[in-house]
């Protein structure tokens, strides 16, 4: 049986160590992103915001008969800014490493913002509940964390976590975005309400699904279950009905996942989370810097 105990504070421990190796030399006066104070300047590239095109540089780089050589501002990233981070603790996530991929996903974002100075709001999901703990430094967020796992066990509830998340969402009061570690066991029209919830807040958001390989790939290629209720009935099922039924529930939250953000990642636990460590920051970065689901018109 997995120590999910020790496994969640290791986990803890490499998020934290990873972002800070990532970050290693850089200042904190330094790290750049969308703010009031600009800090440096560089060519222009495609993608790159028109408005941050510094015109009078961009023209004594530009000589006569020569391309024109634009350049934009690069700024100072504002601090203090308040975000939502909630980790679904919910019996489906105990399996395997899912816990503690959503645990490290956590800690790289809490680090990050310790980094820049931010204050965290953590959610944690359990049950039919959910509680908002709000640390004094980005830091104890983690421990916090930690603790829960190891004092706590997941548990199941009747109500769909992304429910509860928006119920979160619509009482954290000056918050720039929220973040929702979960994995896809919802409904998918919960999932697509989270739009008009956040493009009415106008705030950035980043749904992150943990799963783990043997949920969706069947151990055998051929097979039966037996599905047996309370009362001793039972249904015999094919096994690649099951898991081809299971496949396409996951597709469908993707695809409504997209709709509602284009920060959406899709994490093999652990393993997967630490492979995807700079879109996981780059996801934190995003949503603070209040930007709005993407919408589409269908």
Not at 115 to 122: G, K, M
Not at 173 to 197: A, C, E, F, Q, W
Request: hydrophobic share 40%; proline share 4%.
């Amino acid at each position: 049986m997995i120590d999910i105990c020790g496994v969640s504070r290791q986990a803890i421990r490499m998020g934290v160590a990873d972002v800070y190796a990532l970050l290693q030399g850089s200042s904190r006066s330094r790290i750049k992103g969308e703010g009031m104070e600009y800090v440096d300047f560089r060519p222009y590239a495609p993608g790159d915001d028109i408005r941050y095109v510094d015109w009078r540089m961009s023209a004594r780089r530009t000589g006569p008969g020569k391309t024109i050589d634009l350049v934009v501002k690069e700024f100072m990233s504002e601090k203090m800014v308040n975000t939502l981070i909630a980790v679904d603790m919910s019996s489906q996530l105990n399996f395997k490493e899912k816990i503690a991929g959503s645990l490290y996903t956590a800690s790289l974002m809490t680090s990050l913002a310790g980094i820049l100075e931010d204050r965290v709001y953590v959610g944690i999901i359990r049950d039919d509940r959910y509680r908002v703990f709000v640390p004094h430094r980005p830091r104890d967020a983690i421990y916090y964390l930690a603790n829960t796992v190891c004092r706590e066990k997941p548990s199941g509830g009747e109500i769909d976590s992304a429910v509860l998340f928006a119920d979160m969402v619509r009482k954290t009061r000056m918050i720039r975005g929220g973040v929702l570690i979960t994995d896809y066991s919802h409904r998918p029209d919960y999932i697509k309400s989270l739009k008009n919830l956040f493009r009415a807040r106008r705030l950035g958001i980043a749904l992150i699904y943990m799963y783990d390989w043997a949920e969706i790939n069947p151990p055998l290629d051929k097979g039966f279950i037996p599905i047996c209720s309370l009362s001793g009935e039972c249904i015999v099922n094919d096994i690649g009905e099951i898991y081809k039924a299971i496949r396409e529930h996951v597709q469908r939250i993707r695809a409504v996942s997209r709709l509602v953000t284009p920060y959406t990642l899709s994490l093999a636990g652990l393993q997967g989370a630490r492979a995807n460590k700079l879109r996981i920051m780059d996801a934190y970065l995003s949503i603070r810097a209040r930007k709005p689901p993407v919408l589409s018109r269908r």
